[in-house]
C-alpha cells in the first residue's frame, strides 16, 4: 500500500468513527456552530446547533446555545422553547431560567416568572436579576410590600444596580411618592448613562406624571446610547401615538420595520388602526412572503392579514386565512380568539363564536386575553353569571390592565353591583385615566340614584378635559334620567355633533324628545337621520321606538321586519317581531319569528318564554316544557319565566314539581292574577285545597277579566 493510499484510509476510518461516535460528531457541530456565532450569522448557527442536538439530543448546554442563537436571530418563540427544554434536561441551568424569568415577568406570567426567578436564587441567592424579576413580579401583583423586600435585597447586594433603582422608582411612584420616585428614577441613570433602559425607565415615569416634554428628551437619549435603535424607535412610536401626534410616530416604525419581520407587521398594525389598509395588507404581504422570516413570525403576519382583510369586506378571505392557523402550537389560540371576534363583529352565531373561544382556553387556560374573549362572548349571550368568572381570571392574571379591568366594571353594573362597578372606575382611573373610565364611575352613581354625584363627575372630567367629547353621552344619560329632557338634548346633540358613539347619542335624542312628548320631532329626526345614512342598522330600531310610543304597532312592525332584513341574524329583532305579531293576533307569524329567534340564539329567554305557551296551545307540552327550563336559566328569577315554568309542569301533570315556582312567581307579583290563579290550580291538582281555594279566591278579587278566570271560578265550583 502506497503512503497516500494509507493516508486517506486512515481519514475514512477516522471519519467513520467519528460518524460513530454521537458526541464527537455533536462537538464538531457545536464548533461550527460557535464560529457562525462569533461571525454573527445566527440562522447559520441554529442549524449547527439543532444538527448537534440530533447526536446528543439531552444536552443541556447545546440547547441553551441553540436558544441564545433563536434570540439572536430575533426568533423569541423559538429561543423561548429551547430554554425551557434546557430547564427540563438540566433544573440547575441557572442562564436558561434567568432568561426565562425575565422574559415571562415581561409578558405577564408572573406565577411562572417567580418559579424560576426562586429556583435561580436556591441555586445562586446572591442573583440580583432573579432578586428583580421577583421585585417585578410582586409589583405587578399589587403586593408593594413584598415588592420593596426583594428590590431592598437586590441593592444591597449590588447599590449600582440601575435596574433595582428603576424599579424602586416605579414602587414610590405607585406609594404615591413622586419625589422619591423622581430621585430613585434619575439615580438609575447616573449610575448607568449608557444603559438605555434607565432612560427609558426614566421617561416612563415624566410620561406618567404628565411630563411630557421630560419624557420625550429621556427617550431621546435612550435612542443616542442604545445599540439595538429598533427597540427604542419602538418606544418613541408608541409616545408619539399616546400623546395624540400619531403621524410623527411612522418614521420611527419604519426604523423598526427596517429592523426585521416582526417590526413590519407592528408598521402594518400602525396603518390598520389608521384605517391605511392597503399599506398595512402591503407591509404584512412583504412578511408573508419573506422566506428568511422565522415561521411563528410569519404566521403572525398571517393572523394579522386576516383581521386587516375582514376590515376590508374580504371576509370569505379572512376566514379562509384564520382556519389554517387552528393547528398552529404557538398561534392557534389566537386565530381561535380573533374567529370568536370576527363572529361577533358580524352579528353571527354566538354559539360558534362560544365555540372557538373555549378551543382557545383550552390552549392557553390561563391568558388574560384568552379569558376577555371568552368572557366578552358570554356578555354578547347576555349570560352575566358565565362571564363573571373568566373576567375576574382575566384581571387576576393581569390586574394592571384597564380594559379588563373596564369590562369587569361593566358587567357590575349589569348585575345591579354598583359600588363594585364604581371601585372598577377608580382603579382604571388611578392608573390610565380615561373617558371609558369616567363614564363608568357616572354610570355607577347615576344608576345607584346619585344624580347629582354622577354629573358631578362627568361636568368635571368635561371642565379638566373639553376635548373628551365622547362623554357627553354620558352627560345626556343623567340629564334624562333627572327628568331633564331639553339638557339631555342638548348633550346628545354635543355628543352626535362630535360624531362620539353616534347609535347612543340618535339614541338619547329620541328618548329626550319622547319624554317630553316631542314624538313629531323624533320622527322627523329619524326621517333625516335615514335621509343622511339610509343604512344605519339602528335606525329602523329607532323608527319601531317612536312608533311603538305613538300606539302605531303595525308600522312598528314594519321597522323591526325592516331592520330583520338588513340584519337576518339579529335573535332580538325576530323576538320583537314575534311579540307584535301575537299582540296583532297572527300566531303563526309569532311562532315562526320566535322559532327564528331561538334558531339565532338558543339562549334567548324572551323568545323561549313566548313560543312555550304557543306550543302548550298546540298540545306539544314536552317541548312547551323544555322551553320554559330555557327561559327559567336565561331569565333567571323573573316572575314571568318562573310562572311559565311552573305552569309548564302543571300541564305535564307535574303540578307538584311546578308548585315552587309558581309560588315564587305570585310573591314576586302578588298583584298578577294569573299568577295567583295558576297556583291555586296546581295546589288543587296536587290535593292542597284550602291553600289552592284561597289562591284562586284572591285572584278573582284582584280581577275577573284575567285569561283564565272561567276557569278559575270552575274550579272553585267544585267540591
Known amino acids: 500500500m502506497t503512503r497516500r493510499a494509507w493516508v486517506i484510509g486512515a481519514v475514512v476510518l477516522l471519519a467513520s468513527a467519528c460518524a460513530r461516535d454521537p458526541k464527537q460528531a455533536a462537538a464538531k457541530f457545536v464548533a461550527s456552530g460557535d464560529a457562525f456565532v462569533a461571525r454573527q450569522q445566527f440562522k447559520e448557527a441554529t442549524i449547527e446547533y439543532r444538527n448537534a442536538l440530533e447526536r446528543q439530543p439531552r444536552d443541556a448546554a447545546i440547547e441553551v446555545k441553540l436558544a441564545h442563537a433563536y434570540e439572536q436571530a430575533k426568533d423569541v418563540p423559538a429561543a423561548y422553547r429551547h430554554y425551557l427544554r434546557a430547564t427540563e434536561l438540566d433544573e440547575r441551568r441557572i442562564d436558561a431560567r434567568a432568561w426565562l424569568a425575565e422574559f415571562l415577568v415581561r409578558n405577564g406570567q408572573f406565577d411562572e416568572a417567580r418559579r424560576h426567578a426562586r429556583a435561580v436564587l436556591e441555586i445562586d441567592p446572591k ?190 378571505k379572512a376566514h379562509q386565512e384564520l382556519a389554517r392557523l387552528f393547528d398552529n402550537d404557538q398561534l392557534g389560540a389566537d386565530a381561535h380568539v380573533l374567529k370568536a371576534q370576527l363572529i361577533m363583529r358580524e352579528r353571527g352565531d354566538l354559539g360558534e363564536a362560544l365555540t372557538h373561544a373555549r378551543e382557545a382556553m383550552t390552549r392557553r387556560p390561563n391568558d388574560p386575553a384568552v379569558l376577555y374573549v371568552l368572557a366578552t362572548v358570554h356578555l354578547a349571550r347576555g349570560d352575566l353569571a358565565e362571564a363573571e368568572a373568566p373576567l375576574r381570571r382575566a384581571r387576576d392574571a393581569a390586574p394592571q390592565s384597564p380594559m379588563i379591568e373596564l369590562q369587569l366594571g361593566r358587567l357590575l353594573l349589569a348585575k345591579g353591583d354598583y359600588r363594585g362597578a364604581g371601585e372598577s372606575a377608580k382603579r382604571v382611573l388611578a392608573s390610565a385615566p380615561s373617558a371609558e373610565a369616567v363614564a363608568l364611575q357616572a354610570q355607577a352613581a347615576r344608576l345607584s340614584g346619585d344624580l347629582p354625584r354622577a354629573r358631578q363627575i362627568v361636568n368635571a372630567a368635561l371642565a379638566a ?169 336565561a331569565l333567571g328569577g323573573k316572575p314571568a319565566a318562573l310562572d311559565t315554568l311552573g305552569w309548564m309542569y302543571y300541564l305535564q301533570n307535574s303540578a307538584a314539581a311546578g308548585i315552587p315556582f309558581l309560588s315564587r312567581a305570585a310573591d314576586a307579583d302578588p298583584r298578577n292574577a294569573v299568577y295567583r290563579y295558576h297556583l291555586g290550580a296546581a295546589l288543587l291538582k296536587a290535593n292542597q285545597r284550602e291553600r289552592g281555594r284561597r289562591e284562586l279566591q284572591q285572584a278573582l278579587v284582584l280581577s275577573t277579566a284575567f285569561d283564565g278566570a272561567g276557569d278559575a271560578k270552575r274550579l272553585l265550583n267544585e267540591r
Open 465 to 633: 378635559a373639553p376635548s373628551a367629547t365622547a362623554l357627553y353621552a354620558e352627560l345626556g344619560d343623567v340629564e334624562l334620567a333627572a327628568r331633564r329632557p331639553d339638557a339631555a338634548r342638548a348633550a346628545y346633540e354635543r355628543a352626535l355633533a362630535a360624531k362620539e358613539n353616534t347609535p347612543r347619542a340618535r339614541r338619547g335624542l329620541i328618548a329626550a324628545d319622547l319624554a317630553a312628548k316631542r314624538t313629531a320631532d323624533a320622527d322627523a329626526r329619524i326621517r333625516q337621520w335615514s335621509a343622511d345614512a339610509p343604512a344605519a342598522p339602528d335606525l329602523p330600531l329607532l323608527a319601531a321606538t317612536v312608533h311603538l310610543s305613538a300606539g302605531n304597532q303595525q308600522a312598528a312592525l314594519a321597522d323591526y321586519e325592516r331592520a330583520a332584513a338588513a340584519n337576518p341574524r339579529s335573535a332580538g329583532v325576530f323576538t320583537a317581531i314575534g311579540m307584535l305579531k301575537a299582540e296583532g293576533g297572527d300566531r303563526p307569524g309569532a311562532q315562526s319569528a320566535y322559532e327564528r329567534a331561538l334558531q339565532l340564539d338558543a339562549d334567548d329567554g324572551v323568545a323561549a318564554n313566548n313560543l312555550a305557551w304557543i306550543y302548550a296551545a298546540q298540545d306539544r307540552t314536552g317541548e312547551a316544557l323544555g322551553l320554559a327550563q330555557v327561559a327559567h336559566k
Open 127 to 316: 442573583q440580583v436579576q432573579a432578586l428583580i424579576v421577583l421585585a417585578s413580579a410582586e409589583a405587578a401583583m399589587r403586593d408593594r410590600g413584598a415588592a420593596l423586600e426583594w428590590v431592598q435585597k437586590a441593592l444591597a447586594i449590588d447599590p449600582s444596580s440601575a435596574t433595582a433603582h428603576s424599579l424602586l422608582g416605579a414602587l414610590e411612584l405607585g406609594a404615591g411618592d413622586r419625589a422619591r420616585a423622581k430621585a430613585a428614577f434619575v439615580k438609575a441613570t447616573e449610575l448607568a448613562p449608557s444603559s438605555p433602559d434607565a432612560w427609558i425607565a426614566l421617561a416612563q415615569f415624566d410620561v406618567a406624571t404628565g411630563e411630557f416634554a421630560a419624557a420625550e428628551k429621556a427617550l431621546t437619549k435612550a435612542l443616542d446610547v442604545a445599540s439595538d435603535k429598533a427597540g427604542v424607535h419602538r418606544l418613541i412610536a408608541m409616545f408619539d401615538v399616546g400623546v395624540g401626534r400619531a403621524a410623527e410616530a411612522e418614521p420611527h416604525l419604519k426604523q423598526v420595520a427596517e429592523a426585521g419581520a416582526s417590526g413590519r407587521i407592528l408598521l402594518a398594525d400602525y396603518y390598520a388602526a389608521a384605517a391605511r389598509n392597503s399599506e398595512a395588507l402591503a407591509e404584512l404581504d412583504r412578511v408573508v412572503a419573506d422566506k428568511t422570516a422565522p415561521r411563528e413570525t410569519v404566521a403572525l403576519a398571517h393572523l394579522r392579514r386576516a383581521a386587516v382583510r375582514h376590515t376590508t369586506g374580504e371576509r370569505d
